[in-house]
């Protein structure tokens, strides 16, 4: 009788919000929403792009900071809040107490899996494999300081309401505090020409580790809070959360490297790039549903898929088919993200803010220092590798929003999140920059780094020519199946990839460079005769050509017949 009393109970419930739903929305037509949910994407995306490009034009500051603070200008809780359109009435209002509609957080939502699903592609697992063992402590380190100097702020902190170690806030600030911005990190290294340095590739290395285990430590997370909230801690069910969120990872992501390679076989042949793209982003999206119903976030199934085909010849290729998509919704997701922060919730924990993102600086610059330094790193190197793990970004944000959609963390504690990844975004760069002046960071040289490459450099007389053989050389490259990728440089670089081939096209001057890896040097040598055999045919057969002059005169004369 009670489970048929709950049933009816349900029911009726279920037809109250139906009832109540259609009632709200009976003045409001699906047209008019839809209408007014164009109109914030538009405002969103003018305003979010203008605050990046005034950030990083003009404060030099990353792009990521002027989209949030644009967000937090227009958001329901600043100017959106107060400004009255006529026929729309307020622009951004609160719905249910959250900071933006269900439509434009489920945008927002598919934003961020599109960033965790591209970082996993722009993971290098050559560098994390070759790095792997003082990466994986320099990782640890940063993980286990971080979540345990947040953890230990939010229940020592008095009158905040945070009493116990286990409390959902409190890990959840915890994992918050974990999440490494690998992105900013690489766009300096890319700047100072330190990408390949010992520091460089252990701050790339130890970035995956704390990707990774960050991701798992949030789905770990996710299902204590689920449990504990309102029930106290049972440890049972706790247990076989994390087991899960372990096993899924592993599990997904073994078969995912394994099988990666055959899968991409498979989709090549449908011989068009557009359709294999959104196939394989297709997969991505797949995976995070899956991993929504197993009971983890949605980007750890995003970003497993990205890691799967980081190994394959397509990476390159989804990344620059997907860069306009990037561009666009990637900043309405950090936008809708600062819309999110409550300048009245957070006044209250503004000093607890800003003790939280000094520890958050103390435990990556300590956390992952200290095994830099044990592991053959002086104090120079072990600085720079604490600096380049320092900024949190775009992952604290997702984790923060995360906690915030689903109740775990309220208004202060979300603004107190957004206080500490902006103060560690900003002050990364200046001080990673100001970190590598000086001489080398090795304690002593590290064994079995070096990577057996094959520089093969083509002189000539001017950089138009060497530009024209590059263009040649791509082409035949992608005839013979490469996928050949123009990679974010000021210098012409591009990647070539298939299959375990992989080497760098470099325009330098009046100069091409070929880095190869000495195992296929042949390959690339080969095919780059050719086209200097063609090449030579075709100046040949230029010098038979009509005088350009006379062409020229020719070409006057018939205008002014």
Not at 214 to 232: F, N
Request: glycine share 10%; net charge negative; charged share 15%.
């Amino acid at each position: 009788m009670q489970d048929a009393h709950a049933v009816t109970n349900a029911v009726v419930q279920h037809a109250g919000e139906a009832a109540v739903h259609m009632t709200e929305s009976a003045g409001h037509s699906i047209t008019h929403m839809m209408m007014l949910l164009i109109i914030q994407l538009a405002v969103i995306i003018i305003f979010a792009k203008i605050g990046g490009y005034l950030f990083q034009r003009f404060l030099k500051m990353p792009s990521v900071l002027g989209e949030l603070a644009s967000g937090m200008l227009i958001g329901p809780y600043a100017l959106g809040g107060v400004i009255n359109f006529p026929s729309i009435g307020i622009l951004f209002s609160e719905h249910a107490g959250f900071a933006a509609s269900t439509e434009l957080y489920g945008i927002a939502t598919l934003a961020s899996i599109i960033l965790l699903f591209l970082a996993g592609l722009e993971t290098d697992l050559a560098s994390f494999l070759r790095y792997s063992v003082v990466g994986s402590f320099v990782g640890l380190g940063g993980l286990f300081a971080a979540f345990i100097l947040g953890d230990l702020c939010a229940v020592l902190w008095p009158g905040n309401g945070i009493d116990s170690f286990m409390d959902p806030a409190a890990l959840f600030l915890g994992v918050i505090s974990v999440a490494t911005s690998v992105g900013i990190t690489a766009r300096i290294l890319a700047e100072k020409r330190k990408m390949s340095s010992p520091e460089g590739v252990t701050i790339l290395a130890g970035a995956v580790f704390d990707d990774v285990f960050g991701i798992i430590s949030l789905a770990i997370v996710m299902g204590m809070a689920k449990v504990s909230m309102g029930s106290g801690v049972a440890w049972g069910p706790i247990c076989l959360i994390a087991l899960k969120a372990i096993g899924f990872f592993v599990i997904v992501t073994a078969t995912g490297l394994i099988f990666s390679r055959k899968i991409t076989a498979m989709i090549k042949r449908f011989k068009s790039k557009e359709i294999i793209v959104a196939i394989c982003f297709g997969l991505a999206l797949l995976l995070a549903g899956l991993a929504e119903m197993a009971g983890l976030a949605m980007i750890i199934g995003a970003y497993i898929m990205g890691l799967a085909l980081s190994r394959t010849d397509l990476s390159h290729e989804i990344e620059h088919h997907l860069e306009g998509i990037y561009n666009i919704l990637v900043p309405i997701f950090f936008c809708v993200m600062g819309m999110m922060v409550d300048f009245a919730a957070m006044k209250p924990v503004l000093i607890f803010g800003s003790v939280y993102s000094v520890l958050a600086i103390v435990s990556k610059v300590v956390g992952c220092g200290l095994p830099a330094y044990m592991m053959r790193f002086n104090v120079r190197g072990s600085l720079r590798i604490g600096l380049g793990m320092l900024p949190r970004g775009e992952v604290a944000l997702i984790v923060a929003g995360i906690g915030l959609a689903s109740g775990i963390i309220d208004q202060g504690i979300f603004g107190v999140a957004i206080m500490m990844t902006v103060v560690t975004t900003m002050l990364a760069p200046p001080l990673l920059v100001k970190s590598f002046e000086g001489g080398s960071g090795l304690r002593k040289e590290m064994a079995g780094v070096d990577i057996d490459v094959e520089v093969i450099e083509l002189e000539f007389p001017s950089l138009d020519i060497a530009e024209f053989l590059l263009s040649r050389f791509i082409r035949a490259l992608q005839a013979e199946e490469f996928f050949v990728h123009r990679l974010h440089t000021d210098q012409p670089t591009y990647r070539v990839l298939k299959d375990d081939i992989s080497f760098t096209l470099i325009v330098d001057d009046n100069k091409l460079q070929v880095s190869v890896p000495t195992a296929h040097h042949h390959v690339a040598r080969m095919i780059l005769l050719e086209e200097l055999l063609s090449l030579t045919d075709l100046l040949e057969s230029s010098r038979q050509m009509k005088a350009v002059d006379e062409m020229g005169t020719d070409l006057m004369n018939g205008l002014f017949a």
